[in-house]
């Protein structure tokens, strides 16, 4: 089976994530920085089969465009041009930073893990496709 891959998009930096073959586990994979985004989604997609893209879509508390929304959108059509093979969901997003660093805590994280915002974003990355896994099970 195809994993599935997905992305918390920054203006600095994008946490990713993908599940395993089996399309079971969401599992934190890196942190690259946003201007190197589409080159690593190129190579990893050259040697890893991914079906699906889940890309957090950031919206306030009130449901309205945060400042990161329009790049993510622009993000959204360079995916689905770059790759058109690839389903390409959006997901919000909203609370994944808070619960990334809740699930941190609860798993012993140091101060100093919970703080590195490279941890967080993957970690965030990770809730956003655990939720897309359970809302869309295989």
């Not at 101060?111 to 590195?116: F, H, I, L, N, P």
Request: charged content about 25%.
């Amino acid at each position: 089976m195809a994993r599935v891959l997905a992305i918390d998009y920054g203006l600095k930096r994008v946490g990713i994530a993908v599940t395993d073959p089996l399309r079971m586990i969401a599992q934190p994979l890196l942190t690259v920085s946003a201007h190197q985004l589409m080159q690593f989604l190129t190579d990893y997609m050259s040697k890893e089969e991914v079906s699906d893209i889940v890309l957090g879509m950031p919206v306030d508390l009130f449901n309205q465009p945060t400042h990161t929304t329009q790049p993510a959108r622009r993000l959204h059509e360079q995916l689905k041009s770059k790759f058109p093979q690839i389903n390409i969901h959006l997901i919000d997003e909203r609370f994944t930073t808070v619960m990334a660093k809740k699930s941190m805590l609860e798993a012993g994280a140091g101060k100093k893990q919970r703080s590195d915002k490279k941890i967080m974003d993957k970690v965030s990355a990770a809730i956003i496709l655990q939720d897309f896994l359970a809302r869309n099970p295989t």
